[in-house]
């Protein structure tokens, strides 16, 4: 618990970028803020056959793997090598499709409206590269730095409409009270017509924690 209370009450947050919606922490500000606090950390990058640093699979793509050690605790990570738009990269382009959103003024909410087709690149050393760092990032988010980055990133990107309807269950309630007194505020139930947060559904979710992280922070994290 003291490396987890330590690290995660370091603020990230002038040292992420936005992409495509998703927040990355630069990889070396995060490995020199752990260095600092534990100067004796290490890390290491899993090897497999021919000591390439990635498993391969012709179904599903490539991972990469990495642990970190702070004193005596050990952690693992694992990440697959993705594009831009989060797509598990493989040897070959493919084509995927994904559902198109309008915004339905009637019931205030996203519909899907239709479908594209999209491709996903082949992959390159370049992208494996990448990927370890950022797999190294997100193990260090496992003491804590920057843990609540990732916070929600295993939910669907667009709310469907069976998510429209779905409520949240007490670990989101949990992690929307957690994002409030980050904020330092309260939502106003009355703008996402709800008598109260046990009444919302994920769609709602959704909207309401980007409304909330567009504020800036009033207590450290």
Not at 31 to 47: F, G, L, N, Q
């Amino acid at each position: 618990m003291e490396h987890f209370e330590t690290l995660n009450a370091i603020n990230v947050n002038d040292k992420t970028e936005k992409k495509n919606n998703l927040t990355y922490l630069s990889w070396a500000w995060a490995w020199s803020e752990v260095k600092k606090v534990y100067p004796d950390a290490t890390y290491h990058i899993y090897r497999f056959e021919n000591n390439l640093p990635y498993v391969y699979d012709e179904g599903i793509g490539f991972m990469v793997f990495t642990d970190v050690t702070l004193e005596n605790t050990t952690h693992e990570m694992w990440l697959p090598v993705m594009d831009g738009a989060n797509k598990a990269m493989k040897k070959e382009p493919y084509t995927y499709e994904v559902a198109t959103y309008g915004w339905d003024e009637k019931l205030r909410r996203k519909v899907k409206n239709g479908t594209e087709q999209k491709t996903c690149e082949s992959a390159s050393m370049f992208d494996v590269n990448k990927t370890i760092m950022r797999c190294l990032t997100k193990n260090l988010a496992m003491f804590g730095l920057g843990l609540y980055i990732y916070a929600g990133e295993d939910l669907p990107e667009e709310p469907t409409d069976e998510l429209s309807k779905e409520k949240i269950n007490e670990n989101l309630i949990v992690s929307l009270n957690g994002l409030m007194a980050r904020k330092g505020v309260k939502i106003d139930l009355a703008k996402y017509k709800l008598a109260k947060i046990e009444d919302m559904t994920k769609g709602t979710y959704f909207d309401v924690v980007a409304d909330l992280t567009k504020l800036p922070d009033k207590v450290p994290k």
